[in-house]
């Protein structure tokens, strides 16, 4: 069977940018970033910042009864699931979205649950734990919570590949529906890692900053945490033509490849490999691509890493290319941020805008590639890709165009 054109018809998005894609996207543009000093309940914890949804107020979306099954990663995902499934048209449509996939990524899964219950049972001495512990805190709540709210029937799971994990969720649903399983699948990550576990863990691994997120600078220090979800309906071209769908952008292509190296260092042939493989498969030349939404963290070696792959894949057109990173915006949203940030790509080349790395000073001598500096620019984009490369050196590339 040839693989069927598959097209992005919805995006949803939360994050610390704002509730939904509009405010994302808003944000995007203007430069503005979410990195804020921590105001959580949370002792003896040295990380400062961080990039929490604002004035979230779950109430407003959930009843007491929903309330009771839903951590809050999974909450994020219903919402940004919501809002895409509506920006795509199909809310209400159970005709569609009954044979519809949910596919969901997430690095961390239900870690507020967790939280929760180790703090009653070891700090407070409780002797029993809530009795929907664990479907509320399982990995895959997520998926079960997007296909339960919006009536899906279709494959419904949870993809974990750390910071890759959206890539890969968004991906797979690509390739089901290249392949004839399914017309339209609802894909993206959802992750919540503002936990007293995670912070400390995180504060042990030290790579996080304390002063802000500047991905490519020398002066950088390190990545800061985000949290949020950001989901895409795909669909196949029939399926949204048929309906008279909005088309933001074609998906075209994929590479994913893994490092089996060190667990945490990122390592050039792994990401190169990820990036050739995407171009490839999409049909693309180097030359075709004019914007990479980089994986761009923030740390020392990964943008230094990275910087040399995009060199190594693209040449002298390197430098033609515009590179930027909007972690610094809505910070490190780990398995979402993938997820988020193809939506970011997605509504770049939808609308000729491409957001800028922000927070930026003077660039490492080893990071030399247009980083878009501080300030949105306006550029016709033709093809683009998004790079996600997470530890355990799982490296997962998606390749957008133009929909003609």
């Known amino acids: ?16 940018l704002g509730i939904n894609a509009e405010y994302f996207w808003n944000a995007l543009k203007a430069g503005r970033t979410a990195i804020k000093t921590l105001d959580l309940p949370i002792e003896n914890i040295k990380m400062s910042l961080g990039a929490l949804v604002p004035n979230f107020d779950e109430k407003k979306y959930f009843t007491v009864d929903e309330l009771s099954i839903l951590d809050r990663y999974s909450q994020l995902a219903v919402i940004a699931a919501r809002e895409a499934v509506n920006d795509a048209g199909l809310i209400g449509n159970s005709s569609i979205l009954q044979d519809a996939a949910a596919i969901i990524g997430s690095g961390c899964g239900g870690k507020h ?14 002797k029993r734990a809530h009795p929907l512990t664990i479907p509320k805190g399982m990995p895959s709540a997520a998926a079960s919570s997007v296909s339960m ?5 279709g494959p419904a799971f949870v993809l974990a590949s750390a910071c890759a994990s959206g890539s890969h969720a968004i991906i797979q649903g690509m390739m089901m529906i290249q392949s004839g399983v399914i017309d339209v699948a609802i894909v993206g990550a959802s992750d919540a890692p503002f936990t007293y576990g995670l912070l400390k863990s995180w504060d042990a691994l030290r790579v996080v900053s304390n ?7 020398a002066d950088r220090s390190g990545l800061v945490l985000g949290e949020g979800a950001g989901i895409l309906v795909l669909e196949s071209e029939t399926h949204a033509m048929k309906r008279g769908a909005r088309i933001y952008a074609e998906m075209v292509g994929c590479g994913m490849t893994s490092d089996a190296g060190h667990i945490t260092r990122p390592d050039i042939s792994g990401i190169t490999r990820a990036i050739e493989k995407a171009l490839h498969h999409a049909g693309f030349s180097p030359n075709d691509v ?3 939404n980089a994986h761009g963290t923030g ?3 990964n943008d230094a890493t990275e910087t040399e792959a995009i060199n190594r894949v693209f040449c002298h057109h390197a430098k033609n290319l515009a590179v930027t990173s909007t972690k610094a915006m809505h910070g490190h949203a780990l398995g979402a941020s993938s997820a988020l940030e193809l939506v970011a790509t997605t509504l770049a080349l939808h609308h000729g805008i491409i957001p800028p790395t922000v927070n930026f000073t003077v660039a490492d001598e080893v990071c030399d590639l247009d980083y878009v500096p501080n300030e949105a620019r306006v550029k016709n984009i033709n093809a683009a890709i998004s790079n996600s490369f997470a530890f355990g050196g799982l490296n997962a590339v998606i390749a957008i165009k133009k929909y003609n």
């Open 1 to 16: 069977m040839k693989n069927r054109r598959v097209v992005i018809t919805g995006l949803g998005a939360i994050s610390g």
């Open 113 to 126: 649950t967790d939280e929760a219950t180790y703090d009653q049972l070891y700090k407070q001495k409780r």
């Open 149 to 153: 709210h919006l009536g899906i029937k």
């Open 211 to 217: 002063d802000t997120c500047r991905p490519f600078c």
């Open 290 to 292: 004019d914007y990479i």
């Open 299 to 301: 740390t020392i070696i």
